[in-house]
C-alpha cells in the first residue's frame, strides 16, 4: 500500500508550496529589532547592526551634510571598513566635497564609495541643465534616488542620520524601518539638535564650513537657502515649493512613479 509519505514530490508541488513573503520578514525582522533595541543607545545601535545582525551586508549613506559627522564617527567606531555611500550629484557646493574629504581622513574610513547619476539619463532628462528649476523631482530622480538604488544593490541593510525633530515628514521614524527589501536603520531618530551638538563637543568634530554662513540642511547649492534665525533646520530645502523630500527614503513604488518618464 502506497502511502502519501511514499508518493514522490513532484516540481510542480515545488513551484506551488506557498514562499515566504520578504516583505513580511523584513517587517516581522524590523519589529522585532525595535523590541530587542528598543532602550540601546544610537552607538549601541550601530555596534549591533555592523557587527552582528547585518555584518558584511550594511552600509552607511551619507550627504557629509551640518550633522553627519556624528554618525559617521560612530560607524568608524564600530568598524571603519565600512562602506559609506555618498550621492555626488554633480551639484554640490565646494565645501561640502572639501568637508568630506577631511573627515574621511580624521576618521580613518576605509570604504568611500562615490556614486554619480547616469551620464546617460542626464543627458537624455536634463539636456540644458536646469531641471532643478521646473522638475526637482525628476532632478533629484536621476541625480541620487536611481544611483542609490544601484548602489545598494549588494546590501541588507543601510544607516542614515535622519531625526524625527527634522521636520513633519519625518515624526513617524522608527530605528528600525523594513523598506521593500531593505532594513532602513536610523539610529539618531530620537536626537534632538542639542544631542548632535553635544557629541561634537565630546568629540571634537569639525563643524560643515556653511553653518557658519547660515546653511543648516545643506543638499545640492541649487536646492539649498541660508535659514532664518527660529526657521525650521530644513526651511532651507527647496525653498518657495511643496518639495520637501528628494526621494531617497520614499519605497521603492513610489521611486518607480517619480521617474516614470525616465
Known sequence: MTTKADTPLLAEDLYSAPQPDPLAQNAEQARRLNQRLAGASAQEVVDDAIRREFAGRIALVSSFGSNAAVLLHMVAKAD??????????????????????????QLDLADLRILHPDPADVKQQDPADHLWLHQPDKCCFIRK???????????SAWLNGRRRQQGATRMSIEKFEAVDDKMKISPLFDWSQGDVDAYFLAHSLPRHPLEEDGFQSIGCLTCTTRIA?????????????????CGIHLPIRTFRNFGADI
Request: glycine share 12%; charged share 35%; proline share 6%.
Open 80 to 105: 571603519r571598513h565600512t562602506p559609506v555611500l555618498f550621492l555626488d550629484t554633480d551639484r554640490h557646493f565646494g565645501e561640502t566635497k572639501r568637508y568630506r574629504d577631511a573627515l574621511v581622513e
Open 145 to 155: 534616488v536611481a544611483p542609490l538604488q544601484r548602489g545598494l544593490g549588494g546590501f
Open 229 to 245: 534665525p527660529g526657521e525650521d533646520e530644513r526651511a532651507g530645502r527647496w525653498r518657495d515649493s511643496n518639495k520637501t523630500e
